[in-house]
Each structure stands twice: as C-alpha cells, then as structure tokens.
T-cell receptor
Framework: DADVTQTPRNRITKTGKRIMLECSQTKGHDRMYWYRQDPGLGLRLIYYSFDVKDINKGEISDGYSVSRQAQAKFSLSLESAIPNQTALYFC????????????????FGPGTRLTVL | AQKVTQAQTEISVVEKEDVTLDCVYETRDTTYYLFWYKQPPSGELVFLIRRNSFDEQNEISGRYSWNFQKSTSSFNFTITASQVVDSAVYFCALSETNSNSGYALNFGKGTSLLVTP
C-alpha cells in the first residue's frame, strides 16, 4: 500500500464550486505539505503544517485553505474554484527526526489532477 | 526570485547518448539540501537523490551520476547511455534550513528530456 495517498486522483468541477482534496499518510511524519504544479512552472508551495496545531501559508496560499484533522490527514480546500486553479496538486510528508538516510526527504503522493471549467 | 534555475527547458537526445541536466541554486544558508526528482508521463514524482550541503562527494547510481559543486552552486545530473524509459521531466529542488517555509522544497521549473530510439 502507498505511504501517501491522495483522493480524488482526478476531479473536474465548475467555477464557483467548493472542492476538497484529501491527503493521508501512514509514514508517521509530522510535517505535511501541499504543492501545486502548473506546466512549465515546477511545483509551488501552497500550505505546510508542522503538526495538527501548526499550519502555515506558503508561496501561493490565496484562494486555498487547509485542515489538519490528524497527524495523518491534511486536506486542501478551494472555497470557490476558479479556472486558473486548474493544476496538478501534490501532497508530501517529511521526517525531521534524528538525522539519517531519509532526513529531510519529502515523500510525495501520486497527485490529484484538478480541472475547473 | 527563483532559487533553483534549470536553464534547459527541453532536451532531446538519441538513445545511448549521454545527457547532463543542469541545476544552479541560490541560498544564503550554510546548511541546505538538494534533490532531484523524476516525473514520468504518468505524473508521479520519483525521488532520485538527496544531497546535503556538507557532502560534496559526487555520487553514481547505475547510469545516473550527480556532480555537486558548492563553488559554482551547481548540482548537475548526468544520465549515461540514455534509454527511452528515461524520457520524463526532471526537477531539481532546494530545501533551506533557515527559510520560513518549513523546509519545503523550492523547485526549479524542470527539464523535459526526450530520448528517441
């Protein structure tokens, strides 16, 4: 089973609709991230969370909100979707325990392809 | 300002050729991490390597090799004897320890590699 899962994998919605993208992880990591990928722009940080009570805005948080329901779950919401939010969305987790082989490595989910019409 | 620059937007090679993907980064941190990810046409992100700023030793993994040079702020990636399966978008990324983004990754815009038979 995948360590980081995202649901849905694909979603088509209409302008003005509220939509939630969900991310779950079984890695036991405290840190979770949401990134957005647009063609030719690489990935950009939307929000990140150090733990359930610590949520922070990233580079492009406008138009998005998040919820960390538990250590293992981090959801991204678009309150009122607009066409320029059409993108590939990735969730990631990382471990900041004792330095070791996976220290500071980010583990990515499979991505959610969102289309806003 | 872009912290990670991948100047090559697209590269096309013929199978069995060697190819180098360039990555130049910018940071004021003394401790940081550099990454390479592969994104095949299916869309998932595949982790290739992580390197911390104190480890300038070059690394080889099969047909892949990485050249990290702090003096030129570069972390280049070479594929030897390229294969069609290497066709993908490759991302270089930087994680800074003193940033205000929770150690999130700053991605370059990616280099699209096409290997033809």
């Amino acid at each position: 089973d995948a360590d980081v899962t995202q649901t849905p994998r694909n979603r088509i919605t209409k302008t003005g609709k509220r939509i939630m993208l969900e991310c779950s992880q079984t890695k036991g990591h405290d840190r979770m991230y949401w990134y957005r990928q647009d063609p030719g722009l690489g990935l950009r940080l939307i929000y990140y969370s150090f733990d359930v009570k610590d949520i922070n805005k990233g580079e492009i948080s406008d138009g998005y909100s998040v919820s960390r329901q538990a250590q293992a779950k981090f959801s991204l919401s678009l309150e009122s979707a607009i066409p320029n939010q059409t993108a590939l969305y990735f969730c990631a987790t990382s471990d900041f325990g004792s330095p070791g082989p996976i220290y500071n490595e980010q583990f990515f989910g499979p991505g959610t392809r969102l289309t806003v019409l | 300002a872009q912290k990670v620059t991948q100047a090559q937007t697209e590269i096309s090679v013929v199978e069995k050729e060697d190819v180098t993907l360039d990555c130049v980064y910018e940071t004021r941190d003394t401790t940081y991490y550099l990454f390479w990810y592969k994104q095949p046409p299916s869309g998932e992100l595949v982790f290739l390597i992580r390197r911390n700023s104190f480890d300038e030793q070059n690394e080889i993994s099969g047909r892949y090799s990485w050249n990290f040079q702090k003096s030129t702020s570069s972390f280049n990636f070479t594929i030897t004897a390229s294969q069609v399966v290497d066709s993908a978008v490759y991302f270089c990324a930087l994680s800074e320890t003193n940033s205000n983004s929770g150690y999130a990754l700053n991605f370059g815009k990616g280099t699209s590699l096409l290997v033809t038979p």
